[in-house]
């Protein structure tokens, strides 16, 4: 089945330790995309990429990086974690940018900050 | 700005009753609306969409959703619970800013009792 992965689904790191997420698909989709979700909280858009078009939103933390080297896979960087950004990261793709209605989310990657 | 607001970020039915989960959104165009589920450590997930066709959508599951305009109103339904719809909904509203996106209500955590 086409799919969306993210790896690892719980990641642990220290407080300053950079960290970096993983989320690949098979859909063939252009865009994917990177949210932070907080506890309780709806899912926060951080950036996306059309392609290999990066968009950051306005009030994406300049601790926060993201990297698509394929169509295939997109990572997630966070530079410098603190005590903040612990947090469910998802990932989201669409087939494209204009056409496409729905986004297709993967499972999340749980990140605690120690 | 387009926007959804939910109503109840905590709605409890017994199993069988009718669900009933609200979003009103706020929108100067036509909107595009999504109604998606989240499982405990898990992703999002569609379960149905509204893109301007029929205002009476259904879903997976057996939700269903209307729209209406005078309302402002895209309700989420389900006749009769079953204990396997506990679980977080999210409605939300798709905008265009260079590229699509979407913006997330806050949420409404189903639980069903037996």
């Known amino acids: 089945d086409a799919m969306v992965i993210q790896n690892p689904r719980y990641q642990v790191t220290q407080f300053g330790k950079p960290v970096t997420l993983s989320c690949s698909q098979t859909?063939?989709?252009?865009?994917m995309y990177w949210y932070q979700q907080k506890s309780s909280q709806a899912p926060k858009l951080l950036f996306h990429?059309?392609?290999?078009?990066?968009?950051n939103e306005a009030d994406t933390p300049d601790n926060f990086q993201s990297r698509r080297p394929n169509t295939s896979f997109c990572f997630l960087d966070i530079r410098s974690p603190g005590l903040g950004d612990a947090a469910m990261y998802l990932c989201?793709?669409?087939?494209?940018?204009?056409?496409?209605?729905?986004?297709?989310f993967g499972p999340g990657t749980r990140l605690t900050v120690t | 700005a387009q926007s959804v607001t939910q109503l109840g970020s905590h709605v409890s039915v017994s199993e069988g009753a009718l669900v009933l989960l609200r979003c009103n959104y706020s929108?100067?165009?036509?909107?595009?609306l999504f109604w998606y589920v989240q499982y405990p450590n898990q992703g999002l997930q569609l379960l149905l969409k509204?893109?301007?066709?029929?205002?009476l959508v259904k879903g997976i599951n057996g939700f269903e959703a209307e729209f209406k305009k005078s309302e402002t109103s895209f309700h989420l339904t389900k006749p009769s619970a079953h204990m396997s719809d506990a679980a977080e909904y999210f409605c939300?509203?798709?905008?265009?800013?260079?590229?699509?996106?979407?913006?997330f209500g806050q949420g409404t955590r189903l639980t069903i009792n037996p």
């Open positions: 989201a793709t669409s087939r494209d940018r204009w056409n496409s209605y729905e986004q297709y």
């Open positions: 990429y059309y392609d290999k078009d990066f968009n």
């Open positions: 859909l063939n989709h252009n865009v």
């Open positions: 509204y893109t301007s066709a029929a205002t």
């Open positions: 939300a509203v798709r905008i265009i800013q260079g590229a699509q996106k979407l913006v």
């Open positions: 929108s100067s165009v036509p909107p595009y």
